[in-house]
């Protein structure tokens, strides 16, 4: 899938957002290694803490429709410049792909390509735990 075509639907899912607190609304396509995309926007609570980030809502509706395996996230936000994973959403990624593509994108259609590995380069995961 182009990069294009990612960051579009990371646009359509910012567009779901429920960001009634901070007005930033914030939407991430992931792509698993079968071609799907599942997207996420980021979901607010007045509980601050149980609120969830767009990457973080895609992941999990991937998980639950049973990919595992993922080869790139697009991931757009309302605000300006170019808005990128926070550590517990690189966290969570890592997880299952430790060197995903993530691709960000800005207000005028600019976008700039990293590696997880190189936004997280100290991920705790199962490999770490092994003795």
């Not at 997280?120 to 490999?127: R, V």
Request: proline share 3%; net charge negative; aromatic share 10%.
């Amino acid at each position: 899938m182009e990069v294009a075509a990612l960051l579009q639907e990371a646009q359509k899912a910012q567009q779901k957002s429920y960001s009634p607190y901070s007005r930033f609304k914030v939407g991430a396509a992931l792509l698993g290694q079968s071609g799907q995309v599942y997207t996420g926007s980021n979901i607010e609570n007045s509980s601050y803490g149980l609120s969830i980030c767009a990457e973080r809502t895609a992941l999990f509706n991937a998980v639950n429709q049973g990919e595992r395996e993922f080869k790139a996230i697009a991931v757009k936000g309302s605000g300006k410049g170019f808005i990128y994973p926070c550590g517990a959403c690189l966290q969570v990624l890592a997880e299952f792909a430790p060197h995903l593509r993530i691709i960000v994108g800005n207000e005028e259609d600019e976008w700039e390509e990293y590696l997880l590995s190189d936004l997280l380069p100290q991920a705790f995961n199962l490999s770490t735990q092994e003795g």
